[in-house]
């Protein structure tokens, strides 16, 4: 594994285990399933990276729940930021992209709020709520914005400690396995 690569996955084997109050599953968990449910899906290994690493921007945060806090993190932006130095847009925009999605579908699709965890109904507040008519036609143009859904998707359903059967260590060798998929 590269330098970079090493890094993001230092990253989640020491900061991994940060939770927000209002999530079942600290961030390597969540990542995994969201992953896992990418894999699931058929989706590319791009995709799948992107949707274990879609909230690594959440790992740089100085604060333990920063909703709580009325801060948005903009974790989205941070880690697509950061991830932009080792890996392709087909990894970083629907990164970037996914609060965006969660506005998009908010504002578009019926009971979709009613499937957001608590901290994340908290934060959609700081992000901007509901994306009116005008921005949801400009979100659709955007040329990752279908990949950027889907994840959003795949997050609201990998909140749940239940589903995760395995355990830290088969988490980062997924994740290892991941990076070495996308980056080979």
């Known amino acids: 594994m590269r330098h970079f690569e090493s890094k993001v996955f230092d990253l989640y084997q020491n900061r991994g285990s940060l939770q927000y109050q209002g999530e079942a599953l600290d961030q390597l968990s ?3 399933l969201c ?6 899906s058929s989706a590319s ?3 799948c990276l992107a949707a274990f690493l ?3 921007g959440h790992l740089f945060s100085e604060h333990e729940t920063p909703t709580l806090e009325a801060i948005n993190d903009r974790h989205e932006m941070r880690g697509a930021d950061y991830l932009k130095v080792g890996f392709a847009d087909s990894v970083t925009e629907p990164i970037r992209l996914h609060v965006q999605a969660k506005r998009y579908l908010v504002a578009s699709t019926p ?6 965890s608590e901290d994340s109904v908290r934060s959609l507040a700081l992000q901007g709520g509901p994306m009116p008519l005008h921005e949801r036609r400009h979100f659709e143009t955007h040329p990752y914005s279908k990949d950027a859904i889907r994840l959003r ?7 749940q400690r239940h589903l995760v059967p ?3 260590k088969e988490m980062l060798s ?4 991941l990076i070495s998929e996308v980056c080979n």
């Open 111 to 116: 009971g979709y709020l009613e499937l957001l």
């Open 45 to 47: 290994s791009a995709l």
């Open 54 to 56: 879609h909230d690594i």
């Open 30 to 32: 969540h990542g995994w």
């Open 153 to 159: 998707l795949w997050d609201e359903q990998s909140k």
């Open 35 to 40: 992953a896992k449910n990418a894999r699931i």
């Open 174 to 177: 997924d994740l290892r396995l």
């Open 166 to 168: 395995i355990s830290k």
